[in-house]
């Protein structure tokens, strides 16, 4: 039995002052390593607000969240972003990437913010990795002029530079047509099968969700299924 | 400070091309306007005390004003006594032993040169015309370390003694002499004496070009019947701007009258001061509407990046990360629109030194920016750009990761 990478226990989320909404309502999950896994629900069922709290990017408003076995509700603002560095990758919906630099310096970026400057070893991983999602001629292009497929793909090599235990991707496709979807869905699975690095992938889509060892279904702010895929 | 922090400062800059532009041209142009004003003002103050200090020592040591004698007679409260002063006969008082004195300056660490000197006022006759004079006997070589007379010379040598003299461009001409020519001045007995004009000085201002005549020291004091005495120490220090201390404390070893340029021109220092709070105060408020103006971009600044920053933060980047990012911006724009804008305010005063010139063409006070000023002015602009970061740079850093990823 693989070691749990993140323990969710009996989380809630309230927003507003007023009038407060209760987006969880009592979240009991937990991803183990080299897990590959769909999360998927309708709109405004909760899905983004959990993966931020599983991300770190979000406290919740009870319960209780593990790390590898390590509380982090009570963590201050600096331990916070080192374990989030050290153990976490994120892929967005709208990429996100930073604008201001080259494909290579967005992938060069998580561990050169983690170590205070970019030294050759980060460089020579992040050009691996660009290299490994099919980049290698577009590295040292400023990311806004890659297209959408490109830019994912960026995306996801970004989230593997510090070799994470699992990468939250929130919608990786979302903004992709179906065959760039696929490649960049496949890219994932192939990560994950080469590195062992856990994902968990929020996504609209049955179609990709199916092909996933494992699908959470969201439903009010509930794990509503739990069910293992059908594969 | 990590090198990494540098990178995204400078990689944000360079994103938002426009409106750093924009605030580094405003940083430069207060700089510039604060480096131009700055040297018009230092090089209009060191003209004025080139232009009065040339002409005069940093210290004049001279012999005590004698107190008014008594009245003969003291009048009773209810008595009505009609008198008639008679103010003495000019008379100049005199320094005895005047070596031992000289010895007794030289001694003090502050002082620079000493030169003694025989003063007094005569008048030069020329037919039925009479010039009046200031007769100066001086030591040349001793003299010239106070005054440069030798630099203003326009025609023969600084040489006096044996009835040579140094005169005045002005009053040469009042007296149709030139060098190599002779003419007299009366002594204290009205008795004229012969004197041959050895050099023609020009001292840039009136009085001195009007009236001044150097002599030996011997020759003066015969012509002011003061045997071997002399009437006058000038003194120069080292610091220009300690002679008022200096002067203090002559002033108790020596038991003579004392006075230090300062007290002597203390109206014009008085105007120089106020003129340089007023140069403070304005240089204040340009740095302060600059600083404004950076803060005011670097605050758009963090709205626009505000998705960029949420997502540094959310690979790793710790908010002293950020802050640092946002700081290093609003130094860097400080020091780097200070060094344009020094080199705009140099551009700008070489341009006042061409345009505005006197009408014989001499630059009418030269505008001198000093290394001094550079280095002053961006610390200054360096300083207020980081001061002016420091409200954007802290809104950056406590953007919530989640929420400036989700409104980007």
């Known amino acids: ?231 | 400070m990590k090198s990494i922090e540098f990178f995204i400062a400078y990689r944000f800059l360079k994103e938002g091309k426009a409106q750093s532009l924009f605030i580094f041209g405003g940083a430069a142009v207060g700089v510039a306007v604060i480096v131009f004003l700055t040297s018009l003002i230092m090089g209009l103050q060191s003209s004025i005390i080139d232009q009065t200090l040339g002409n005069q020592a940093d210290i004049f040591v001279e012999p005590p004003t004698q107190e008014e004698s008594s009245p003969i007679y003291q009048p009773q409260p209810n008595e009505v006594v009609f008198s008639r002063v008679e103010p003495r006969p000019q008379r100049v008082e005199d320094i005895d032993r005047w070596e031992q004195l000289i010895d007794d300056i030289t001694a003090d660490p502050d002082v620079t040169n000493v030169s003694p000197v025989v003063t007094g006022s005569s008048v030069a006759p020329r037919g039925p015309v009479t010039n009046p004079v200031q007769l100066f006997g001086v030591d040349p070589p001793r003299y010239q370390q106070i005054i440069d007379i030798e630099g203003r010379l326009l025609r023969g040598e600084f040489a006096v003694g044996n009835n040579g003299a140094v005169i005045g461009y002005e009053l040469a001409q009042e007296l149709d002499v030139d060098v190599g020519d002779r003419f007299r001045i009366l002594d204290t007995l009205g008795v004229s004496r012969s004197f041959l004009v050895r050099g023609v000085f020009d001292l840039g201002f009136g009085t001195p070009n009007q009236t001044w005549i150097f002599l030996g020291i011997r020759d003066a004091q015969t012509m002011l019947d003061m045997g071997a005495n002399i009437n006058r120490i000038d003194v120069n220090v080292i610091d220009l701007f300690d002679a008022d201390q200096v002067s203090a404390r002559l002033s108790g070893r020596t038991e003579m009258e004392v006075s230090s340029w300062q007290e002597v021109n203390a109206d014009l220092l008085l105007a120089l001061r106020t003129q340089s709070a007023s140069t403070f105060l304005i240089a204040f408020f340009v740095a302060l509407s600059v600083a404004l103006g950076i803060a005011s971009v670097l605050i758009v600044t963090v709205v626009q990046k505000r998705g960029q920053v949420g997502v540094l933060r959310a690979m790793g980047a710790s908010m002293r990360t950020v802050l640092r990012v946002f700081l290093i911006q609003g130094a860097a724009v400080g020091l780097i629109g200070s060094i344009f804008g020094t080199i705009l305010g140099t551009g700008l005063a070489m341009g006042f030194n061409r345009l505005f010139r006197d009408p014989e063409g001499e630059i009418i006070f030269p505008i001198e920016p000093s290394v001094e000023i550079f280095i002053g002015a961006c610390l200054l602009a360096t300083f207020t750009g980081l001061l002016a970061a420091v409200a954007p740079a802290r809104r950056a850093a406590r953007l919530d990761p989640a929420e400036a990823i989700k409104n980007a």
């Open chain 1, 1 to 231: 039995m693989p070691e749990p990478i993140l323990e969710l226990k009996a989380i809630t989320r309230d927003f507003g002052n007023g009038v407060i909404v209760n987006v969880l309502k009592g979240i009991d999950l937990t991803i183990e390593s080299g897990e590959f896994t769909a999360m998927i629900g309708p709109s405004g069922s909760g899905k983004s607000t959990l993966l931020n709290i599983m991300g770190l990017l979000d406290q919740p408003t009870s319960g209780e969240l593990l790390i590898q076995g390590n509380p982090t509700v009570e963590l201050e603002d600096s331990d916070i972003t080192k374990l989030r560095g050290q153990t976490l990758g994120f892929i967005f919906q709208a990429h996100h990437l930073l604008t201001a630099f080259s494909a290579l310096e967005n992938v060069m970026m998580p561990a050169g913010v983690r170590r205070g400057s970019f030294s050759k070893s980060i460089r020579s991983r992040a050009e691996d990795l660009l290299d490994n999602v099919g980049l290698a001629d577009h590295m040292h292009k400023n990311v806004r002029n890659l297209s959408g497929g490109q830019q994912q793909r960026v995306a996801v090599a970004r989230a593997l530079a510090n070799k994470p235990e699992l990468v939250l991707a929130d919608e990786p496709t979302g903004n992709l047509d179906t065959k760039n979807a696929d490649i960049v869905f496949e890219l994932l699975q192939r990560i994950n099968d080469e590195t062992g690095t856990a994902f968990m992938i929020v996504t609209h889509e049955e179609r990709l969700a199916n092909r996933c060892e494992r699908i959470i279904r969201m439903l009010d702010g509930r794990i509503s299924e739990h069910s293992p895929s059908t594969e």
